[in-house]
């Protein structure tokens, strides 16, 4: 008989591989992950088209902070799959911290445009055009985002992924964004509240300097 050998949660026993539980958490968290990223292509696009088109800065945000996190999702699901090819611990790890640096400065960027074109819709008085579109977007992600998130943490605790753990935690950012803009522009279609839509942008940005300072934030264990 063979002797038994472990890789990568893999149990190779006389040549035959032996799915383990924590195969099975990274089938699940690279489902969860993928579905994320699928989403936020999706999510980004239409949130874009349909803010440019009804020129909401809430909606305009909200899609560049869908490009922020699929950018995050996509690092992460190239790492989970090194992973699973056997690639080097470290050198996975050494990526990762680098884009998540990459990810951090660019929501300081989302926040600082947040802020200056909020303020400004505010100080001019500009009245957003109303976007069904946008709004049943946001409706979407609400319900659709804790679930993925609370996925994602579950199988982030059970692999040990710091990094998973963080994309989760963007994807309930992404949740509480869409909070904002179905405020925002639900008030505005409601009852024509023109400031609501640029009050709901500035809401977005104490989540996006969060999210920028865990992105690069390095690990205290280390």
């Known amino acids: 008989m063979l002797p038994v050998h472990t890789t990568r949660g893999r149990i190779l026993a006389n040549g035959v591989a032996v799915v383990t539980e924590r195969d099975r958490w990274l089938r699940r968290a690279l489902l969860l992950v993928k579905l994320t990223v699928g989403y936020n292509a ?96 946001a409706l979407v992600s609400l319900l659709a985002m804790p679930l993925l998130a609370w996925g994602k943490a579950r199988a982030a605790g059970a692999l040990g992924s710091r990094a998973l753990a963080a994309e989760a935690r963007e994807t309930l ?7 904002c803009l179905v405020l925002g522009l639900g008030l505005h279609a409601a009852v024509g509240w023109w400031w609501a839509d640029p009050v709901a942008a500035l809401a977005m940005v104490p989540w996006l300097l969060h999210e920028a300072r865990e992105a690069m934030e390095d690990d205290p264990c280390r």
């Open 42 to 137: 999706v999510e980004a696009a239409v949130a874009l088209v349909a803010g440019l088109g009804a020129h909401s800065i809430a909606l305009v945000g909200f899609g560049f902070d869908s490009v922020i996190e699929l950018a995050a999702g996509l690092a992460v699901l190239l790492r989970m799959r090194a992973e699973v090819a056997g690639g080097a611990h470290d050198t996975v790890e050494r990526a990762e911290r680098r884009v998540r640096r990459f990810v951090g400065w660019t929501f300081v960027l989302l926040a600082g445009y947040v802020t200056l074109e909020a303020g400004l819709g505010l100080w001019r008085h500009d009245v957003p055009g109303e976007s069904a579109l946008g709004l049943a977007l």
């Open 173 to 179: 950012a992404c949740a509480y964004l869409s909070g």
